[in-house]
């Protein structure tokens, strides 16, 4: 399980590709059919941006330095909901910092990459 985690974190379009082909050859629901697969996809985008950051940076911080920023970020989604509408929807919350978190994390992860196969070229 451990090894498959990583194989798919590796290049994380994989699982996002599988997951939206297959779901929506059972469903024909395109908008379902990509919210399933960011769904998915945000789980190996997090393990392969964390590692990205932990070899670029040389530390260990990767994956707490991203729970961090999300839970912050849904504290203030929360605080701004119960401001403006008076009551407080926890579910719609994660969703958002759920989806919104792929984007970052889809074009953080682009950048490490490419940052990394800079430096591992010019090291060579």
Same mark, same amino acid.
């Given at each position: 399980?451990?090894?498959?985690?990583?194989?798919?974190?590796?290049?994380?379009?994989?699982?996002?590709?599988?997951?939206?082909?297959?779901?929506?050859?059972?469903? #024909?629901?395109?908008?379902?059919?990509?919210?399933?697969?960011?769904?998915?996809?945000?789980?190996?985008?997090?393990?392969?941006?964390?590692?990205?950051?932990?070899?670029?940076?040389?530390?260990?911080?990767?994956?707490?330095?991203?729970?961090?920023?999300?839970?912050?970020?849904?504290?203030?989604?929360?605080?701004?909901?119960?401001?403006?509408?008076?009551?407080?929807?926890?579910?719609?919350?994660? #969703?958002?910092?759920?989806?919104?978190?792929?984007?970052?994390?889809?074009?953080?992860?682009?950048?490490?990459?490419?940052?990394?196969?800079?430096?591992?070229?010019?090291?060579?």
């Amino acid at each position: 399980m451990k090894q498959a985690y990583g194989y798919l974190s590796v290049l994380p379009f994989i699982p996002f590709a599988a997951v939206y082909i297959g779901t929506y050859l059972y469903s #024909r629901d395109r908008k379902q059919s990509i919210q399933l697969a960011i769904d998915v996809t945000m789980v190996f985008l997090i393990g392969s941006v964390s590692g990205l950051f932990n070899q670029l940076f040389g530390g260990s911080f990767g994956f707490y330095g991203i729970l961090l920023v999300m839970l912050i970020g849904a504290g203030l989604l929360g605080n701004l909901q119960h401001r403006t509408k008076g009551r407080f929807d926890p579910v719609r919350i994660v #969703r958002v910092v759920w989806r919104v978190g792929f984007f970052v994390l889809a074009v953080l992860y682009i950048i490490f990459l490419i940052v990394g196969l800079i430096r591992s070229i010019v090291q060579v």
